[in-house]
């Protein structure tokens, strides 16, 4: 700490260098932050034991569907309650920049599987006894100005319908959650959707189980896949969690993704960090030169030199990795990407970051300050006399 005053004199020596690196190593770790809890989202290990829901999806792509004859096979196994299922609509509300996703579902299991979504009894019973009905979030229904009564027209893409026209729901209900990020959603009627679709009829996308005996729900995710192994439409059993990091690794391979971007980045923040140091240690040749003069040792100089590049890593580090947490948990990620809903940063991340901020300057200042230390008093002094 002794050290500390002439550290920070000479980290503002140039304030508009040290600015720039500051902006250049905040937006790395800010990416960083984000982009590592999104992996961390994705890729975290699912534990079966204890949960009361369970997806089963088609095991091998999430394009493919299951039939919907599977339902009361599976609704016999012990510890299966409720059961509700649901399709991927897609489709497109007004123009294509309107995206939120949209599902039909049968309604009243699905509002007591997903008991959590909150909406008025009334509105539940017009969702169930409604053919054309539809619900959606409050966050759907405030951002497009949608209100109960209201037709909401959908222009298909996947799902044509039997007249190669555009689909029309009523707007039965909207629901509440406490979760922001699952209030941007549309569900509408299964059967409705299921008789005036132009192909695929009896399928549906995944089922949804709400189980009675949470303490077997590892027995029954087993029980479930063994039942349709080998059969055309294999099934694969798992937390919603689990389905999600499915769901988001059949669109590429998060990891890699993750890795390629981080590497590149880090790489050139080090190239411009340790070329800073470099030409700052350049400039600065005669000042070190002075604090040998003065007393300091060859081991202090190089503390200095490594501290000052340590220290500017991580003022601009540790601020952009709390930002991160406050974006990878805003509403609007969970509202354009439900399946990064969870997504949160970790103490794990944090430590990461911190770590990699240390090792960023021991890396970009350690050449600079060996130079420092190998210095020369007379040599330092004829050079810029």
Do not use: C
């Amino acid at each position: 700490m002794k050290y500390f005053g002439l550290i920070w004199t000479s980290l503002f020596r140039k304030p508009v260098r040290s600015a720039l690196t500051f902006g250049s190593i905040f937006i790395a770790f800010l990416l960083f932050g984000v982009l590592q809890s999104v992996s961390v989202a994705l890729t975290e290990g699912p534990d079966l034991a204890g949960v009361d829901r369970l997806v089963v999806a088609p095991k091998y792509s999430i394009i493919d569907d299951i039939p919907l004859a599977y339902q009361e096979r599976i609704r016999a196994i012990q510890g299966v309650g409720t059961i509700a299922h649901q399709s991927w609509f897609g489709g497109t509300y007004k123009d294509s920049t309107n995206f939120f996703p949209r599902w039909p579902v049968p309604p009243r299991e699905f509002m007591q599987v997903y008991s959590e979504y909150a909406m008025p009894e009334e509105q539940k019973r017009a969702f169930a006894n409604t053919r054309t009905g539809a619900i959606v979030g409050k966050t759907i229904a405030e951002k497009y100005d949608m209100n109960l009564g209201d037709k909401i027209v959908l222009i298909p893409d996947i799902w044509q319908n039997k007249d190669n026209g555009p689909w029309e729901f009523d707007l039965v209900g909207i629901y509440d959650s406490e979760d922001e990020a699952f209030q941007n959603q549309m569900f509408m009627n299964y059967e409705y959707f299921d008789e005036y679709r132009s192909f695929g009829s009896g399928g549906v996308g995944t089922f949804v189980l709400k189980l009675t005996e949470p303490a077997r729900s590892a027995e029954i995710a087993v029980e479930i896949d063994a039942m349709f192994a080998n059969s055309n439409d294999e099934t694969k059993t798992s937390t919603e969690k689990a389905y999600n990091q499915m769901f988001a690794k059949q669109m590429g391979d998060i990891g890699f993704i993750m890795t390629s971007i981080l590497s590149a980045v880090f790489f050139t923040i080090l190239l411009l960090t340790g070329n800073t140091m470099s030409q700052a240690i350049r400039e600065r040749i005669p000042e070190l030169a002075i604090l040998k003069t003065l007393g300091f040792t060859n081991v202090g100089v190089l503390i200095i030199v490594l501290t000052e590049a340590i220290f500017i890593a991580l003022i601009a580090a540790i601020p952009a990795i709390a930002l991160a947490g406050i974006v990878v948990q805003a509403p609007a990620i969970g509202s354009a990407m439900p399946f990064l809903a969870d997504s949160e940063l970790t103490n794990t991340v944090i430590m990461q970051g911190i770590g990699l901020a240390v090792l960023l300057g021991l890396v970009a200042g350690g050449p600079p300050a060996i130079r420092a230390m190998r210095l020369g008093i007379t040599d330092a002094l004829g050079e810029h006399a």
